[in-house]
Every structure is written in structure tokens, then in C-alpha cells.
């Protein structure tokens, strides 16, 4: 993982790789969490687990580490517990909420209209010009998302499920926004470890520790799945997607992040001998080009980066 200071020069290759490396560990922990969730593990509660075990490690390893990593400015808690409570803690909840009443692949496709959410964001509140080729992309790797998970064939829809999935795109938009936005100012493990904090202790409000179901860990294979579910699953991708958008604008690495679904359906065909028919490739091929599409053109540095704290509502991030 990324534990250095603010790099003086951006590289975008590290961003898109950094991104597209947290979307196959997420592509993963997907399947995985679902396999909890369907043995009784609470949405909330498997929340509650990756946001206190992250935190606790995390910050361990900061500790005896590196242990200038775990001071911050103090101007910058309440933006720090804003990402994350209404980032962190709210995408995994709205997700695992959405994917006990949806398909994974389709609560993860309407999830996945979070770069677009955050692209609007970018024109209408902070009046950015943006590139066509970028809402072009963000537009086709969704459209191509829905076609390789089915995601809207009769029967696969639940109206609470899309509501919850609507809700998850909001925040991993948020997510994204603000992780940026401190990632100009603070190293990748500094801002992960102040969000796992912040959210474990909203979930410690919400459920506390006491009660928490220890019980459905209690076999080696589920503790196993938890245990991935937290590392593989929570601490290493969101670490590296913390990394990424250091180097590459958030909407920019969160249209890389849609190959999370895809990816997902690949890993599918030969585990659980899902074959993807000639339409679902064709899918797979379009949103795989999305991304090409993305990396193939350079930023725009004065209207797609989000502004740094302090900087005026309008204000674009300075590019270094």
C-alpha cells in the first residue's frame, strides 16, 4: 500500500493501475460478502466489522511504523469524519443492503452511476467545463455494465433494493469526491485510517461492540471470509483507490473502478461455470474500451480535479 507523503509530480499510469487493482479485489470481496450476508451476517453489522478491524489495524501499523502518518490538522477532523461517515461507512451499508434484495451485479451497476453523480456535481456546483469524451465514457462503461450483469431483465428488480443501490452510488461519490479532495494534503494510509476511525465510531454509536454477533464467525470458513472480506476486501482496495486518486482526477479513476462488475462476471465464468454469452462479452468489450477511452486522454487540469481544503467553491485543485 501507498504510505508515502504527497508525491510532487502526478502519474496518471499509477492512478489508472492503482484504481483498477482496487476494482478486482473488490470484484472478489463481492461474491464473498454475499456469502456472509446469506448465512445471517447483518448488513450492518459486516459494515460495523470492516470499518473497526481496518481501523484497528491500520492504525497498529501506523503506530509502531510510521507514526507521523497519524497526526492531522485539526481544521480538517470534521471533513476527515464526513468522509468517513458518509463515504465510508454509508457505501458499504447502502451495498450490502442492496445486494440482499438485488443481484450483485445489478445493485453494483446502479452503484457504479456514482461517476456520473460525481461529474454533475463538478458542473453544476463548482461550474467546471468538463470534457465530452469524459461524460461519454462514464455514460458507455455504465451501459456496458448493464449489459454484462443482465442487470434489468424481468423480475431482477426491487424497488427498496434500487433505492439502497441509488443511495450507495450517492456515497461512493461521494467517497470519491472526498478523498481527493484530502488526498492533496494528506498520504493515502493518513486519510484510511482517520475514515475507518471515524466510521467505526459511528458504527460503535449505531451498534455497539457488545452486541455484535460474534457467533456467525465462528466457523473457520466463515471467519476465513471475514477475514478476507477486511483485508482483501476492505483495507488493501480502498487503500489503493485512496493512492489513485492522488494521481488522477476521482471521476476519472471511479469510471476504472466500473470494472468491478465485469470483472465480477468474468470471475464467474469459470468458478461457478457462468458462461457469458456472445451479448455479455460484447458488453465486457465496451466497457473495457470506456477505460482505454479514459486513460487515452490527458486531463483537464484547470475543471476535473476536485478543489483542496481552503480552496474558493470554484476553485480548481492546483496541479503539481
Known sequence: MHFLPAPTKRSPRL?????ATAATLWALNGSLSRSLLDEGMPAVRLSELRAVCGFVMLAALLAVRRPALLRIRRADVARLAFLGVFGFAAVNALYYAAITRLDIGVALTVQYLGPM????????????EL????????AVSVSGCCVVVGAFHPGSLDGIGLAEAGGAAVAFAVYMYASERAGQRYAPATT??????????????IEPLWSFPFHDLAS??????????????TLIPFGFMMAAV???????AAVVATL???LGAVIAWPLHHQILSPGQIMGVIVVVGAIVCVQTQAPAAGAEFAPGYGASRRAAAPVE
Open 15 to 19: 492512478g489508472y493501475a492503482f484504481a
Open 117 to 128: 453523480l460525481l461529474l454533475i456535481w463538478l458542473k453544476v456546483v463548482h461550474r467546471r
Open 131 to 138: 470534457p465530452r469524451g469524459l461524460w461519454a465514457a462514464a
Open 192 to 205: 484510511l485510517v482517520w475514515a475507518f476511525g471515524f466510521a467505526a465510531v459511528f458504527w460503535a454509536v
Open 220 to 233: 473457520a470458513g466463515h471467519f476465513a471470509l471475514a477475514a478476507y472480506v477486511v483485508i482483501g476486501g
Open 246 to 252: 492522488r494521481h488522477v482526477p476521482a471521476a476519472r
Open 260 to 262: 468491478e462488475p465485469v
